[in-house]
C-alpha cells in the first residue's frame, strides 16, 4: 500500500542532528543494570521500527541514534551515559528511549554540573530509592541523584503494593512528594502540570522521567516490573504531552520496556507514543 503523501510515517520525522534542532531524540541502550532480568537494550531499535507503522504529524527530531553503552552496567554506565549525553548538541529538549532506568542518573546530571538546581517528576510505580549493595543499578537512580545533591523531587503512580515500606519511609524523611495511583486516576494530566509548574517555581530546569511500568500489566507485558493495578495508557500519554508543553522541562527520558519480552508490539507501540505525545506536546511550546 502507497503511503499518503500528505499523512507521514512517524519514522520519517527523525532526520540528521543538524546546527538550531530544537527536538532531539537518542536511544540509551541499557540493560545489564536491571535488577530482573531485560534485554531493555533491544528496545530503541524496536520502537524506531514501530514508529514506522505509525501515521502522526508532529515536529521533527534529531536523531542522534543510540549511545554504545548496552555493554555496560552499574557505575561505568552512569558515568559513560554521563560524558556522552554532555557530548551531544545543545537542544530545547532532548528525548532519551531507553533501556532501562538506570539511564535518569546520568541524563539529570549531563543536564548541569549543579543537580540541586533540577526538579525530577517521575511516572513510576517504583521508588527508585534502593541503596547500593548490588550496585548502581534501575531501582537506584532517584537515591543516586539524591545522594548528588538533588532536592526537589515528586514521584507520580507510586503503586501501594510495589515498594517496600523501607523505601517509603525513606522518601518520606528525604522530602520525595508522592502522589500515589489511586490518587490521581482520571487526572494524571491535570496533576502532572500541577506538579511542573510547583516544580518550577524552586528549579531552573526541569526533568521528567516516564517509566513504562507504571501502566497496569495488562497493558504493558513487555515491562518486567509492571504489576496490575497502574495507571492507563492514555494518562501516562496525557503525562507525556504535559512533559512536552512544559518549557522548563530539558530532558524526558522512556524507560523500562523490554521488546523481547513484549506480546503483539504493545508496549513498544506505546512507548513509541510517549515519544510523539512529548513531541507534540513541546510543538504547543
Known amino acids: 500500500m502507497t503511503d ?5 510515517r512517524a519514522s520519517s520525522l527523525l532526520v540528521e542532528p543538524a546546527a538550531g534542532s530544537r527536538l532531539g531524540l537518542v536511544g540509551v541502550p541499557l540493560s545489564r543494570s536491571s535488577i530482573s532480568l531485560s534485554q ?3 528496545t530503541p531499535p524496536a520502537v524506531r521500527a514501530a514508529l514506522h507503522r505509525l501515521d502522526v504529524d508532529v515536529p ?10 548496552a555493554s555496560l552496567g552499574g557505575t561505568d554506565a552512569v558515568a559513560v551515559v554521563r560524558e556522552q549525553l554532555r557530548a551531544l548538541p545543545s537542544h530545547d529538549l532532548l528525548l532519551l528511549l531507553g533501556g532501562d ?4 542518573w546520568p541524563a539529570v546530571e549531563a543536564l548541569t554540573p549543579d543537580v540541586s538546581r533540577v526538579g525530577l517528576l517521575t511516572l513510576d510505580a517504583h521508588h527508585d530509592v534502593r541503596g547500593f549493595h548490588a550496585g548502581a543499578t534501575n531501582g537506584t537512580p532517584v537515591r543516586g541523584l539524591m545522594d548528588a545533591g538533588l532536592v526537589h523531587v515528586t514521584q507520580i503512580g507510586i503503586g501501594d503494593l510495589t515498594n ?59 515491562c518486567p516490573g509492571a504489576r496490575p493495578g497502574g495507571l492507563l495508557p492514555h494518562e501516562l500519554l496525557e503525562a507525556a504531552v504535559e512533559a512536552g508543553r512544559h518549557p522548563k522541562v530539558r530532558g524526558i527520558d522512556v524507560v523500562e520496556v523490554d521488546a523481547a519480552a513484549d506480546a503483539n508490539e504493545v508496549t513498544v507501540q506505546l512507548a513509541g507514543m510517549c515519544l510523539l505525545s512529548a513531541a507534540a506536546g513541546f510543538a504547543t511550546r
Do not use: I, M
Open 164 to 222: 517496600s515500606r523501607a523505601h517509603r519511609q525513606w522518601c518520606a524523611e528525604h522530602g520525595v512528594r508522592v502522589v500515589p495511583a489511586a490518587s490521581c486516576r482520571g487526572r494524571v494530566g491535570q496533576v502532572v502540570r500541577e506538579e511542573l509548574d510547583r516544580l518550577a517555581g524552586s528549579c531552573d530546569l526541569l526533568y521528567v522521567d516516564l517509566d513504562v511500568d507504571v501502566v497496569d500489566r495488562a497493558f504493558v507485558p513487555g
Open 40 to 42: 531493555a537494550h533491544l
Open 60 to 69: 521533527e527530531l534529531a536523531d542522534h541514534g543510540d549511545l554504545d553503552v
Open 4 to 8: 499518503d503523501p500528505l499523512w507521514p
Open 101 to 104: 532506568n538506570l539511564v535518569t
